[in-house]
């Protein structure tokens, strides 16, 4: 993790400079709000907050030194961000009189974490640029930065976006994906935002990061859900390792037990392998089409990368807020 750090932080220094002598044509690349106006750009913050990709860099940097599974962490706050009502920091609010948030929702409570890390990083950005840089932004350069301070791609980040004013708890429980989906579950899932069967293949890889309470699989442990290629020993290791977790709500499992903290396409291999962690991981190779891109991706550790880089610019601008829709936080866990 120190090594993927160190040549981390002299890449982004290569590409500040780069990016310096960008010209206009970055521009091009814009996303649509949900009024019809361009508000994505790459470069949005050239002139009003030149530092930010800096600033936001070295406070991830500092926290996945600290602790690696931060890494798979800032991205999932990402993710469960933009999967209820588009990427727009909803999931950072905190429960007020008038609505309560999407903190304690199922899929997230006792779960998402990561939540610090953007205070701190507000709070210098606001000190640097007042009411500038949107929450929902540094959501979205955070989980970029985890990702290549975790050996992964790197890929220019559109911005512009604004924060929402209020959070649905219902809409969490009702939008996220959960861990025992099956196949048709993930995809009306993923097609309700507007995603496609690649996008949710390709963004499943995420969980080539990160761990999952002994509870998420439970089920498999008592022999449901048992999907083709299971691997039977790998599923008594689980079963041993969660033995000791009555309630199973403590114990955490790695995701991807060969390589836990590296982004990298194993996560694929796995699956291959029947060691995937969560039934909605394994199920990927029960049908033909998601299988496919399964495969693929384990024989092509570049083409994982690439797809992944676009997955998750295609999912950065799902609905975002306009001027007109929402605002810059000065607080992310409150509404101004």
Request: hydrophobic share 40%.
């Amino acid at each position: 993790m120190a090594f993927y750090l160190a040549i981390s932080l002299i890449m982004f220094g290569l590409l500040i400079r780069s990016n310096v002598a960008t010209t206009n044509s970055s521009f091009s690349k814009d996303c649509l709000g949900t009024d019809g106006n361009s508000v994505l750009k790459v470069g949005f913050y050239r002139e009003s907050c030149p530092d930010i990709e800096a600033i936001i860099f070295s406070w991830v940097g500092k926290a996945v030194l600290d602790d690696p599974r931060m890494a798979a962490s800032l991205l999932r706050l990402h993710f469960h961000d933009c999967f209820v009502n588009g990427c727009d920091a909803s999931v950072l609010l905190d429960d007020t009189t008038s609505f309560q948030g999407e903190k304690t929702a199922g899929p997230n409570v006792n779960s998402l974490r990561g939540f610090e890390i953007i205070d701190v990083i507000k709070s210098e950005l606001e000190y640097l640029c007042p009411e500038t840089v949107s929450c929902a932004d540094i959501l979205a350069i955070a989980a970029r930065d985890s990702i290549v301070l975790s050996g992964g791609p790197w890929w220019e980040v559109q911005v512009g976006r604004r924060d929402s004013l209020t959070a649905s708890m219902a809409d969490a429980n009702n939008n996220i994906p959960g861990p025992n989906s099956d196949v048709a579950a993930l995809m009306a899932k993923f097609q309700n935002v507007g995603l496609t069967l690649v996008d949710m293949v390709t963004l499943s890889g995420a969980h080539t990061m990160g761990k999952a309470r002994c509870f998420t699989f439970s089920s498999r442990l008592l022999g449901n859900g048992i999907l083709p290629n299971t691997n039977e020993n790998f599923m008594q290791i689980l079963q041993q390792l969660c033995a000791a977790d009555p309630n199973s709500n403590t114990t955490l499992a790695n995701l991807d037990t060969t390589t836990p903290t590296t982004f990298d396409n194993q996560y694929y291999i796995n699956l291959l392998s029947g060691e995937g962690l969560l039934q909605s991981d394994q199920a990927l190779i029960v049908s033909d089409q998601t299988r496919e891109t399964v495969e693929a991706y384990a024989n092509d550790p570049l083409a994982f990368y690439e797809g992944f880089k676009q997955s998750m610019i295609k999912m950065g601008g799902l609905a975002p807020r306009t001027i007109n829709s929402g605002e810059i936080r000065r607080n992310c866990r409150n509404p101004n």
